[in-house]
């Protein structure tokens, strides 16, 4: 479980570097290309559904208007009452919502708690994880 977690912390360090890195170099570090990318699993409109850099620019809400308040605000100021109202939203949704609701968050510049975050990347790769295993055993 442990290496579970640090993987994930490495895969979002690695993204937000490449992110950085492309911002700087002028790049839309949220456009995906046509093509599906080297490792999909074949099922391209799922990969992409769940996929945290997905070229949809359009925000979707999650029953979390509120949470626009947060907009531009550095996540390492939230009180304990603040980190309680995301994680309220987080475990309120679906599993399938959560890759779509940190691209919404992101697009609408709210910054997650980084408890928040982490417990959201890890449903994602969870979730990932078992479709996956069900592809594979469909094969």
Same mark, same amino acid.
């Given at each position: ?53 997905? !070229?949809?620019? %359009?925000?979707?809400? #999650?029953? =979390?208007? +509120?949470? &626009?308040? *947060? !907009?531009?605000? %550095?996540?390492?100021? #939230?009180? =304990?009452? +603040?980190? &309680?109202? *995301? ?53």
């Amino acid at each position: 479980m442990i290496y579970l977690i640090i993987g994930i912390l490495i895969l979002l360090v690695a993204v937000l570097i490449i992110a950085l890195v492309q911002k700087s170099r002028g790049e839309d570090p949220t456009e995906i290309s046509s093509a599906p990318p080297i490792d999909c699993c074949g099922a391209h409109d799922v990969c992409e559904a769940d996929s945290l850099l997905n !070229s949809n620019a %359009d925000v979707i809400y #999650y029953e =979390d208007e +509120e949470l &626009d308040r *947060f !907009s531009d605000r %550095d996540a390492r100021t #939230y009180n =304990d009452d +603040e980190v &309680d109202e *995301f994680q309220e939203v987080l475990f309120t949704m679906q599993e399938t919502d959560v890759a779509g609701w940190l691209r919404s968050l992101t697009l609408r510049h709210i910054d997650l708690p980084s408890v928040v975050k982490e417990q959201a990347l890890l449903i994602v790769e969870e979730l990932r994880e078992k479709r996956l295993q069900s592809a594979t055993q469909t094969v």
